[in-house]
């Protein structure tokens, strides 16, 4: 079965970091393209980042310069390292893949979703 699966959500303090990651089983993520997104409450689903097969990141205007999407293709996951929290962050993060030679990484062309983390950003 093909499945994704984020974990590392929590309650942080604005300022503070939390690390994400989204773990493959079913398939390998080589040859994927991986990309993060975010839902507020109230809100429609927004990229985060997305990191390409070859490891070609881009991110969000808004999280630029404090969010970091790597990957570890031999543990089969990808992260989100998300440092100076802002309360603007909260939601429910996703992972989600397409394969790696068809274009787009947004909400719409992504192929597999995994279930969503929790955030909460707030003092």
């Known amino acids: 079965q093909l499945q994704l699966v984020e974990s590392g959500g929590g309650l942080a303090q604005p300022g503070g970091s939390l690390r994400l990651s989204c773990a493959a089983s079913?398939?390998?993520?080589?040859?994927?393209?991986i990309g993060w997104f975010r839902q507020a409450p109230g809100k429609e689903r927004e990229g985060v980042s997305c990191?390409?097969?070859?490891?070609?990141?881009n991110y969000a205007d808004s999280v630029k310069g404090r969010f970091t999407i790597s990957r570890d293709n031999a543990k089969n996951t990808v992260y989100l390292q998300m440092n100076s929290l802002k309360t603007a962050d909260t939601g429910v993060y996703y992972c989600?893949?397409?394969?790696?030679?068809?274009?787009?990484?947004?909400?719409?062309?992504?192929?597999?979703w995994g279930q969503g983390t929790q955030v909460t950003v707030s003092s």
């Open positions: 079913g398939f390998s993520l080589d040859y994927y393209k």
């Open positions: 989600a893949a397409r394969f790696a030679a068809q274009a787009g990484c947004v909400v719409s062309s992504m192929t597999f």
């Open positions: 990191i390409s097969s070859g490891g070609t990141t």
